[in-house]
């Protein structure tokens, strides 16, 4: 990483990236780190890239003790952490990552997926992306369980599909619990850009 790095959040992302946000320089709260990294899982070879800090200041320091979660809008959920070794923040922050940042017209759209599908099947979807792009992945991302900067349920499964007409899509759930529990999951598209579209949520059962 670019800066030491402890006490964070590491979140999974459509488009096959890792997020580190929060965390701390030291382990005396003296030294926030504010500034979020990203690994793209498609070049492991890679290195973390910096993105920008939160540009309101009134988005806290996240240490020891926070969590930090994907939410339906693709947006992350920061919250709670040590303010000092006796003192927590008792609120939440949303931090937006860059892909997404330019508005809900850059990016796709789910227009239309099933509510439940069963393991080794086959289900349809619609999605639009915005011109000159096309649609490079589908994916579930999992509910969060965090504590302690720990997601203990956190899971990317990347999806087959093709494309079957104008928008439509046949995507190929995953093939047994092995790979994803019977529960609910967050489907998300991601274009040639990196852009990705908000979620819809969906149940994965035999």
């Known amino acids: 990483m670019n800066f030491p790095r402890r006490d964070h959040n590491l979140?999974?992302?459509?488009?096959?990236?890792?997020?580190?946000?929060?965390?701390?320089?030291t382990s005396d709260y003296s030294q926030p780190v504010m500034q979020p990294?990203?690994?793209?899982?498609?070049?492991?070879?890679?290195?973390?890239?910096?993105?920008?800090?939160?540009?309101?200041?009134?988005?806290h320091p996240r240490m020891y003790h926070s969590v930090a979660l994907i939410i339906p809008s693709g947006q992350i959920l920061v919250a709670g952490g040590q303010m000092t070794q006796t003192m927590t923040y008792a609120s939440g922050d949303i931090y937006t990552?860059?892909?997404?940042?330019?508005?809900?017209?850059?990016?796709?759209?789910?227009s239309s997926a099933p509510s439940q599908v069963h393991y080794n099947s086959t289900f349809p979807v619609s999605a639009t992306v915005a011109s000159g792009r096309t649609v490079v992945e589908m994916c579930l991302i999992s509910l969060a369980c965090v504590t302690h900067g720990f997601d203990q349920n956190q899971r990317y499964i990347p999806l087959a599909f093709s494309q079957s007409g104008l928008g439509t899509y046949e995507v190929v759930a995953p093939p047994n619990a092995n790979h994803a529990p019977p529960g609910y999951f967050m489907l998300f598209v991601a274009d040639t850009t990196g852009s990705y579209s908000t979620a819809r949520m969906l149940h994965v059962s035999a």
């Open 37 to 59: 990294e990203v690994f793209d899982l498609n070049f492991l070879g890679g290195s973390w890239a910096l993105l920008d800090a939160p540009l309101d200041l009134s988005f």
């Open 97 to 110: 990552p860059p892909w997404i940042a330019r508005g809900a017209l850059d990016r796709p759209a789910i």
């Open 11 to 25: 979140v999974m992302l459509p488009g096959m990236r890792a997020l580190a946000i929060g965390g701390q320089k």
